[in-house]
């Protein structure tokens, strides 16, 4: 069996272990350290309490582990296990055990009692090598990371950037298998396509202008996904082909700030009355939308913009969005930017250049029928080739054992 160990359920991640499941090829189950979001909690970033409104829990096998109190997947020594592992290894007849990542103890606990256990270890993380390291943190990540990646049979690669780390650690590529960063796919064109012929009520409602070239911040409101750099592009992009209107979906520390550099035109947690001066850019803060209601900004908007600086380590609502039909323009410190930036009409500037954010806002505002072609280009970003790399070497192991 492969066990698959998570923090908790990640809403990117359910549709991927219910497609194993499906697929029905490899016996596995999901062992998470907590439930967070599945449920009711509090989201630190988004500064409110909240449950994902789609099913968590189901389609697939899972167990709840027993963690240490008050668990969070935030906090990297608060999230570990209070048993040994190996015991429970061996009793689920475990052959494999795949970890996301090394952001909490937990993983590391598991990367240690797998090998006790004699199982494989598999390795998908999200991490690139974009970021710059300071220098008296090199020989610490070196030699942290060394230790564990000499532990690792296979790295599942979700892009290039995050390949390129590993090959940076001088892990060869017959230990690395792709395994694509993905959402559901055909959720998201569906539930798009349910709403587009609402389009023009949906903006309405929104406060956008018929008229107007809508651009569509999704995220938390916090620095590291640089929102306030739409309304820097907004105020010197000049003469275009049609007004600006920025479109704000999501919630964060940065709310207030940032409404008070807009002309809000309608703001959901004010009830959809007009808040603030009439100064900067015409905005729409449509508040956090959860998974079934974000498709209503991805069909209002005419382009994603995605402003993050390195803490972006992919950025899956790029995927999200043009699983929805939508361009976009994404940052080159975004760890998607290698793999989805050349796709269809999307766009890649160099981070915080707005003249070139401008100028990438204008050459999407002049292409005809830019959302063409958006869901096709990402035949490659799909859970299936994930779900073929997982059969492969699950067949690999079994046929070594």
Same mark, same amino acid.
């Given at each position: ?104 103890? =937990?993983?590391?606990? &598991?990367? $240690? /009692?797998?090998?006790? +256990? @004699? ?7 999200e991490s690139n090598n974009l970021a710059p390291i300071a220098w008296w943190k090199r020989p610490i990540k070196r030699l ?46 569906a539930q798009a396509e349910r709403l587009r012929p609402n389009r023009g009520r949906l903006r309405s409602e929104w406060g ?29 992009? =000049?003469?275009?082909? &049609?007004? $600006? /209107?920025?479109?704000? +979906? @999501? ?151």
């Open positions: 069996m492969l066990v698959i160990i998570s923090t908790h359920p990640i809403q990117y991640q359910v549709p991927l272990w219910q497609a194993i499941a499906r697929d029905g090829r490899v016996p596995f189950e999901v062992w998470y350290m907590t439930h967070h979001a599945a449920t009711l909690s509090r989201d630190r970033e988004f500064g409110k309490d909240f449950a994902w409104d789609i099913d968590m829990l189901q389609g697939y096998p899972s167990r709840l582990l027993p963690v240490v109190a008050d668990a969070a997947p935030t906090s990297f020594l608060g999230c570990r296990f209070a048993e040994p592992l190996a015991p429970m290894l061996a009793k689920a007849g475990a052959r494999a055990v795949w970890i996301q990542g090394w952001q909490v103890l =937990g993983y590391w606990q &598991a990367a $240690l /009692h797998a090998k006790r +256990a @004699g199982c494989e270890l598999w390795l998908r993380g942290a990371l060394g230790w564990l990646f000499s532990r690792v049979d296979r790295f599942l690669c979700v892009g290039e950037s995050n390949a390129r780390l590993y090959r940076a650690y001088r892990v060869p590529d017959w230990r690395l298998s792709r395994a694509p960063y993905a959402v559901d796919n055909e959720r998201f064109r956008i202008a018929d008229d107007a070239f809508c651009v569509l911040f999704c995220g938390k409101f916090v620095p590291k996904k640089r929102p306030f750099t739409l309304v820097e592009a907004a105020n010197r992009v =000049g003469p275009t082909a &049609a007004p $600006l /209107h920025l479109l704000f +979906a @999501g919630s964060g520390e940065l709310g207030d700030e940032l409404r008070r550099s807009c002309q809000v035109v309608f703001d959901a947690e004010a009830g959809g009355m007009q808040r603030g001066d009439a100064v900067g850019p015409r905005a729409t803060f449509a508040g956090f939308l959860n998974q079934t209601e974000i498709s209503r900004a991805y069909v209002a908007a005419d382009c994603l913009l995605l402003p993050s600086d390195f803490g972006e380590t992919w950025g899956l609502v790029a995927n999200e969005a043009m699983a929805s039909g939508l361009p976009c323009i994404i940052s080159d410190r975004c760890g998607c930017a290698a793999d989805l930036g050349g796709l269809a009409a999307n766009q890649v500037f160099p981070f915080g250049n707005v003249a070139a954010m401008c100028q990438a806002i204008s050459r999407l505002q002049a292409v005809e029928n830019a959302s063409e072609g958006q869901f096709a280009a990402l035949q490659n970003y799909a859970f299936s080739l994930t779900v073929e790399s997982v059969e492969k070497l699950y067949s690999l192991e079994t046929a070594a054992s």
